[in-house]
């Protein structure tokens, strides 16, 4: 079992930027590979962004490539979400997950784990 809590979410002018984290604990957190899903009103959640358990390789949604970069520490059970040149589109709640295998991240519905979810809102 592991449990995720985001922050670093907020309000933001376009252009912007902000870093999420997810803070994990329970299992080790090495075990997991770790992705960040987002969900705007009346749309469905979406895949951004994934990093595998080692973090030495990461996948990304076109709509971020170039703006999103992942990472993570595992000594300190973390993972974060830096977020640049922020657009109002990329405005949602943001939910990091965690899967127990290294592969097909952008399916959701293979992650086992859900954070709470953080509100991230760009203004334009």
């Known amino acids: 079992q592991v449990q995720l809590v985001e922050s670093g979410g907020g309000l933001v002018q376009a252009g912007g930027s902000l870093r999420l984290s997810c803070a994990a604990s329970?299992?080790?957190?090495?075990?997991?590979?770790v992705g960040w899903f987002r969900q705007a009103p009346g749309k469905e959640r979406e895949f951004v962004v994934a990093?595998?358990?080692?973090?030495?390789?990461?996948y990304y949604a076109d709509s971020v490539k170039g703006r999103f970069t992942i990472s993570r520490d595992n000594a300190k059970n973390t993972v974060y979400l830096q977020m640049t040149s922020l657009k109002p589109e990329d405005t949602a709640v943001y939910y990091c997950?965690?899967?127990?295998?290294?592969?097909?991240?952008?399916?959701?519905?293979?992650?086992?784990?859900w954070g709470q979810g953080t509100q991230v809102t760009v203004s334009s």
């Open positions: 329970g299992r080790s957190f090495s075990s997991y590979a």
């Open positions: 990093i595998n358990k080692s973090g030495d390789s990461t």
């Open positions: 997950a965690a899967k127990s295998f290294n592969n097909n991240y952008a399916r959701r519905e293979l992650y086992g784990y």
